[in-house]
């Protein structure tokens, strides 16, 4: 599978931005996806996660009350709502798949769960 983010962009805080993942080669709906970011100099750091199905979804701490993730399988996509942005998310966006089974919470949390990235979008949030 391919995978492609866009929608990020520079946002001033407070403000909202919307993440597409789409993905293409493969039917996304046999992959749990997640999303994670990179800031210059950090380590990457899990964001959001949700099952094939969307009936299981989690969030990283430092996000939650703040981002909606959700899947259109039908599109091929999944997508990463963020509000209330602040200029400590700006970092690099990266949507990931990952085809295994029976995956745990702290599955969900870590890299090496996904063997297949997006390229990644860079969000901006200015003060």
């Known amino acids: 599978v391919q995978l492609q983010a866009s929608g990020g962009g520079v946002v001033q805080a407070g403000g909202s931005l919307r993440l597409s993942c789409a993905a293409s080669?493969?039917?996304?709906?046999?992959?749990?996806m997640g999303w994670f970011r990179q800031a210059p100099g950090k380590e990457r750091e899990f964001v959001a996660g949700i099952s094939r199905t969307g009936n299981g979804i989690y969030y990283g701490e430092f996000v939650k009350g703040r981002v909606t993730v959700s899947r259109d399988n039908a599109k091929n996509t999944v997508y990463l709502q963020m509000s209330s942005l602040r200029p400590e998310d700006t970092s690099v966006y990266y949507c990931?798949?990952?085809?295994?089974?029976?995956?745990?919470?702290?599955?969900?949390?870590?890299?090496?769960?996904?063997?297949?990235w997006g390229q990644g979008t860079l969000v901006t949030v200015s003060s």
């Open positions: 990931a798949a990952s085809q295994r089974r029976g995956m745990s919470v702290i599955d969900y949390r870590s890299t090496t769960s996904y063997t297949y």
């Open positions: 080669g493969s039917t996304l709906s046999t992959y749990v």
